[in-house]
Nanobody, 121 residues
Framework: HVQLVESGGGSVQAGGSLRLSCVPS?????????MGWFRQAPGKEREGVAT????????AVADSVKGRFSISQDNAKNTVYLQMNSLKAEDTATYFC??????????????WGQGTQVTVS
């Protein structure tokens, strides 16, 4: 049973930073797994933010956050991070961690966490 647990959300002033963490369980965390971060603001569609190939490091970041957000991983801890800098009010959303089998990461995912709220004021 695949589980994804996010943490690190909260409230921050514009210009501030937050780091989200995602700890997956229920499968082998290796190069055959893609991990992603998505967000959804009230009244808006879910948006892909960043992806990373677990264990491999290949990453992609959405244009909307490029230069401010970065995705990384700690293989020893099986943890994926989303570092968010220079936060803006429009970054306010629920952020979700996601996972899928694969060697080439896309924006289509099978497994989802419960989400963590990020509020920027």
């Amino acid at each position: 049973h695949v589980q994804l647990v996010e943490s690190g959300g909260g409230s921050v002033q514009a210009g501030g930073s937050l780091r989200l963490s995602c700890v997956p369980s229920g499968y082998t965390y290796d190069r055959s797994v893609c991990m992603g971060w998505f967000r959804q603001a009230p009244g808006k569609e879910r948006e892909g933010v960043a992806t990373i190939l677990a264990g491999g490091g290949s990453t992609a970041v959405a244009d909307s956050v490029k230069g401010r957000f970065s995705i990384s991983q700690d293989n020893a801890k099986n943890t994926v991070y989303l570092q968010m800098n220079s936060l803006k009010a429009e970054d306010t959303a629920t952020y979700f961690c996601a996972a899928r089998p694969g060697h080439v990461c896309s924006w289509d995912y099978n497994y989802w966490g419960q989400g963590t709220q990020v509020t920027v004021s």
